[in-house]
């Protein structure tokens, strides 16, 4: 049935999806509006982003972050979204990531293009990835102290002057 996660090598399942089941036993493969996703624990990213980009899915289209504080037990979640153009697939990886030890394996000696999406991440968020080669703030002053798109940090507050509108004092 859609929706319900099933471990490791799935009878039944595609051969793409099966081949990566097997190369990662601890992989969940499921199906979210029409796109394969695959749920692994951080330890096991490297390893199936390799078994992905030899099954065919040889871009890393986008890495972003999920902060679900005050949702769910575990904080973070990288999104990493993989593209097969010679078979026109798309791929979700999911990995959740402790709010205390924030850090998931590199990409980039994998998908070379993933280099400022985890630097991205890492400014925005505060995640780690272990093995980039150069893990340093991309769109924030070296100096800033936060991550602001964790849902925890403060937004602060900036008069804004409109046209027509009261002068603020």
């Known amino acids: 049935m859609p ?9 039944g399942a595609d051969e793409m999806l099966a081949s990566l089941g097997e190369a990662v036993p601890s992989a969940e493969i499921d199906c979210s509006t029409g796109d394969d996703v695959i749920r692994i624990p951080a330890r096991d990213l490297a390893r199936l982003a390799e078994a992905a980009r030899a099954g065919g899915f040889e871009m890393c289209s986008d ?16 999104v990493v979204n ?15 990531v402790p709010e205390g030890d924030p850090e998931v394996p590199s990409l980039v000696p994998v998908y070379p293009g993933a280099n ?3 630097r991205e991440a890492y400014d925005m968020f505060g995640i780690r990835f272990a093995g980039h ?27 804004v002057q409109f046209k027509a509108a009261h002068r603020v004092r």
Do not use: K
Not at 3 to 11: E, N
């Open 3 to 11: 929706g319900d996660s099933l471990p490791g090598p799935v009878a």
């Open 63 to 78: 890495i972003t972050v999920v902060d679900y504080l005050g949702v769910r037990r575990v904080r973070f979640e990288v």
């Open 82 to 96: 993989l593209l097969s153009l010679q078979h026109n697939r798309r791929l979700r990886i999911l990995v959740p």
């Open 116 to 118: 400022f999406m985890e």
């Open 133 to 159: 080669p150069d893990l340093t703030r991309i769109l924030m002053p070296d100096d800033w102290v936060g991550h602001p798109l964790r849902r925890d940090f403060d937004v602060g507050a900036v008069p």
